[in-house]
């Protein structure tokens, strides 16, 4: 599947002012290898081949480890019948074998379709279907919701394949039978032992889910396979990653990122961030997440840098895993700045190895910034950037970033600021929507043509993806982000679509009609609210808790509504739309 990248190398000048404060060590515009992503891996497998790639809690993985975890699982992946081209789910939380198995589908000549493990069965559903998947590798504890989603769909496009892994696989010498006292030996939290010690029986899983045909493998076994593994033939142009991001018209859409678009942010990221081989990052934000995939993953193995991988946050394990191994990087969202701080221990952390922290998905409060400042020198690195364009397309720099402000467009890329409506740019400090030009925008929505048509226009004689942000350039050139033209709920940096909501409230039998808002949060910067209108005679058999409750049973927990309010009527247009404006006007003057 060859995909002709459409944009240009090199910005082009427009009618931002010049940018000042661009950093004078770095070039505007960089020339990215030529080669697929896995040339990054082998390269750093040759050079560094005793060097850690990865660490997790007391298992390290070396780069010759990794490079040859990853062909073994490709070589499965091969014998089981995955073509180039062909899509395949990785549905994990952070893990030693997320990273591999990762490679292992590009090393397939494959596309991974990385799932956000958050999902429940309703939701899981969709990413089997829409981009036509046979072969998913999965962690065992979340086997069951996705058997369940494979039962409820139709027997042709069912999953005929799962790889599955258990955490604890990577841990030397584990002991299953003490699983309690090994893992806390180990560090890991208490509130995780009874998540990682548990054992699944994926095979009895499959018995029991309604779709019995599906062949079961474990990590070991496919680790231990001898098959040949496969000519590589993909290529920069080719698709690599398959990402999926909701929007404001329900189902989520697939992201097509060729190998040279993850390419280019994953090299760009780590020039921008001063990286080397040397450099240590701290892996915390999801790997399925744009942001942990390419600026976590892909830019630590083309430096040949050392992940340290959290499967989940937890301030403290956070705090002792900077301290133990001189974490030097950590790109994260600005709540676990805050929880760290706020820890009672953190007075016996040391950070002081940090050169770099920086994030997104949420504006780091002034306050917290400073702190970071007068305490460790530290400069918080905001930045900005959407599936659509392997996350940052903005970023400030390190040397000069301004609080509460997207950055400077990233290198190689052109953004402006135009009108909606007109499409026309606007001069410094007008409001208007942020619309993007280079090699990190993806190639359009996958098997949806209308609304790759609608995200992208023509300006000066380039392709520009439309963000749907609203924002303006101060006279120094920052980007600054003001509102949204799309609607969307911001949860702790979590993108929360409500018409997905809504339609996965539908699904409830006493749902007559659903409209989702947002209502502001202290610690979380915005929740989740639900208006709801019951169906006739359903009044008095569910309560809003009820319909809370069931939201989060089938929800992904930063997607449900926390709060439920029942109504006898949702505000219309005269055309039969939901007014969903003015239930926001209403909530927000509470």
Known sequence: ??????????????????????????????????????????????????????????????????????????????????????RVILLMQNSPQWVAAHFAVLRANAVVVPVNPMNRAQELQHYITDPDVKVAIVAADLACDLLAANAQVPPAQRLSHLLVTHYTDVLPAFD????????????????????????????????????????????????????????????????????????????PKGCMHTHASVMHNAVASNVWGNGTAESVGLLVVPMFHITGMVSGVHSSVYGGGTMIVMPRWDRDLAGRLISKWKVTHWTNIPTMVMDLLASPHFASYDLTSLVYIGGGGAAMPQAVAQRLLDSYGLRYVEGYGLTETAAP???????????????LPFMSTDARIVDPETLQELPVGQQGEIVIHGPEVFQGYWRRPEATRDAFFELDGKRFFRSGDLGHV???????????????????????????????????????????????????????????????????????A??????????????YPRTVEFATALPKSGSGKVMWRILQDKENKN
């Open 1 to 86: 599947m060859n995909m002709a990248n459409p944009h240009a190398a090199a910005a082009t000048e427009s009618k931002l002012p010049v940018q000042r404060f661009w950093p004078a060590r770095l070039p505007r515009a960089i020339t990215p290898p030529a080669t697929s992503l896995w040339h990054n891996l082998a390269v750093s497998a040759l050079r560094y081949p005793d060097k850690p790639a990865l660490v997790c809690f007391d298992a390290v993985v070396t780069y010759a480890e990794l490079l040859a975890q990853a062909e073994h699982v490709a070589a499965w992946l091969h014998a089981q019948g995955v073509q180039a081209g062909d």
């Open 176 to 251: 299953e039978a003490n699983a309690q006292a090994d893992l806390t030996g180990r560090g890991v939290p208490e509130a995780w032992v009874p998540w990682l010690a548990q054992r699944h029986d994926v095979t009895a899983l499959v018995s029991a889910s309604g779709a019995p045909d599906v062949r079961v493998s474990g990590w070991t076994e496919a680790l231990a396979c001898t098959a040949p593994v496969p000519p590589l033939t993909a290529g920069p142009a080719d698709l690599a990653v398959l990402p999926y991001t909701s929007g404001t018209t329900g189902l």
């Open 393 to 407: 397309s903005h970023c400030n720099p390190p040397d000069a970033p301004k609080q509460q402000c997207l950055g």
């Open 474 to 544: 101060d006279e120094d050139g920052y980007f600054f982000l003001t509102d949204r033209l799309k609607r969307m709920i911001n949860a702790s940096g979590f993108k929360v679509w409500p018409a997905e909501v809504e339609a996965l409230m539908y699904k409830h039998p006493a749902v007559a009609e659903a409209c989702v808002i947002a209502t502001l949060d202290a610690y979380r910067g915005q929740s989740v609210k639900a208006v709801v209108v019951l169906r006739p005679g359903m009044e008095d058999t569910v309560t809003e």
């Open 546 to 559: 009820d319909m809370v409750a069931w939201c989060r049973d089938n929800m992904a927990v930063y997607k």
